[in-house]
């Protein structure tokens, strides 16, 4: 019998077609990869409040174990941090009740306290999200009908990217309702893969520091940390195969759009070619590291800072020129140098851009049919025409 590359005890979990481990052997090392992304960032002090984001999923599910695991050590390893819970119920789906529920009772289990919130309380500027531990929020018809809208007006992609945006600034801001300096979301190193991809073909290439890395700083109050950015999806799938962990298996994304396609290549890829998701999460890393922190102008949807790098050409004029040379006649040709015409332009086509929206987020504006933005949106518009 093969043994285990470790401790030489019986192998019982092969690893990238090749490396034999033991269940202690393995559940050691990724434990340990968990703590060493936390430990060498060297970025939370003792007793923290954390929030953990949970969508039921085998990966939220898997982080709320291993953080379990970690406050609940004697020695001098133990997860010094107080953890809150919280949960999201997204968009018009008839089983986010029973993934809610599911969620719950793990947090129970667990001895985490657990807020639910619903997406739709986005579109309203609410004081606070915040209501009752452990239990299912009050449904609002009106908000819940007014985000279906908005979503129902998008393409699939725009949904896909929208979503994500809209959960992270409520990650925020009920972190700060529950005095948390600290989020910590779950993204394997397999889904921060998909991520860099989807942004780039999304025009968030600029972005990809806070998105994909594992510390995102974009709120001067509260960071979001990536603990799991070093597992994989296949040691996730072991990992719950052996602690008999139940997750609800909810995914959220789209059909028919980019990202839904960009998983399925990075997962086929993968299957084949087992460093395929190693070598893209690499190079993420290499991508430009830069302070954002002494910047003012955001994009008041995701939050990023604009993308004002300063180069002659950008993927916004190159397909602004492009709509240019489409649309107008032969004869008129020497007006595609006019800058002031290709500035017109990106204004009609990306309404907002760098002013108030960043070139991504100006797009999903584009790509609405109702063309209405959420209230809370709208405020920060309008907060930001005053500043300026």
Not at 230 to 254: A, D, T
Not at 256 to 270: A, E, K, P
């Amino acid at each position: 019998m093969s043994k285990c590359k470790k401790c030489e005890a019986p192998g019982t979990i092969v690893l990238r077609k090749k490396d034999l481990y033991c269940d202690s052997c393995f559940l050691n090392n990724i434990n340990h990869k968990f703590r060493s992304v936390i430990g060498k960032n060297k970025i939370l002090s003792k007793n923290e409040n954390i929030l953990l984001c949970l969508s039921g999923g085998t990966a939220s599910t898997t982080l709320m174990d291993m953080v379990h695991y970690g406050i609940s050590l004697d020695s001098h390893k133990k997860l010094r941090v107080n953890p809150y819970a919280l949960h999201i119920i997204g968009p018009g789906n008839e089983d986010n009740v029973q993934v809610a529920n599911s969620v719950i009772k793990s947090c129970k289990h667990y001895g985490f306290d657990l807020y639910i919130i619903h997406i739709a309380e986005y579109v309203h500027d609410c004081t606070s999200l915040i209501k009752n531990v452990n239990a299912m929020p009050e449904t609002d018809s009106i908000s819940s009908n007014t985000f279906n809208e908005i979503l129902n007006g998008m393409p699939p992609t725009a949904q896909n990217d929208f979503i994500l945006k809209v959960k992270q600034n409520l990650y925020v801001k009920c972190a700060k309702e529950l005095s948390c300096k600290f989020i910590f979301t779950a993204e394997t190193t397999t889904t921060l893969a998909i991520n860099l991809l989807s942004n780039l073909t999304v025009g968030r290439g600029s972005q990809v520091q806070n998105d994909i890395g594992f510390c995102d700083k974009r709120d001067k109050e509260v960071t979001i940390l990536r603990p799991m950015k070093e597992i994989s999806k296949e040691e996730l799938n072991q990992y719950i195969s052996i602690k008999k962990i139940m997750p609800v298996h909810n995914c959220n994304m789209l059909d028919n759009s980019l990202q839904s396609v960009i998983s399925t290549f990075v997962t086929d890829l993968q299957e084949n070619f087992q460093s395929t998701v190693s070598s893209v999460c690499k190079t993420a890393d290499k991508i430009g590291v830069h302070d954002d922190s002494k910047y003012d102008s955001r994009c008041v949807l995701c939050k990023n800072v604009f993308n004002n790098s300063g180069s002659k050409i950008s993927a916004l004029e190159a397909t602004v020129y492009s709509r240019l040379v489409s649309s107008k006649k032969r004869e008129d040709n020497n007006e595609f140098h006019d800058n002031s015409l290709i500035e017109q332009t990106s204004l009609s086509m990306f309404p907002y851009i760098n002013k108030n929206l960043c070139y991504g987020c100006s797009r999903i504006y584009s790509e609405m049919t109702l063309c209405d933005l959420p209230d809370v949106v709208k405020v920060h518009l309008q907060m930001s025409d005053k500043s300026k």
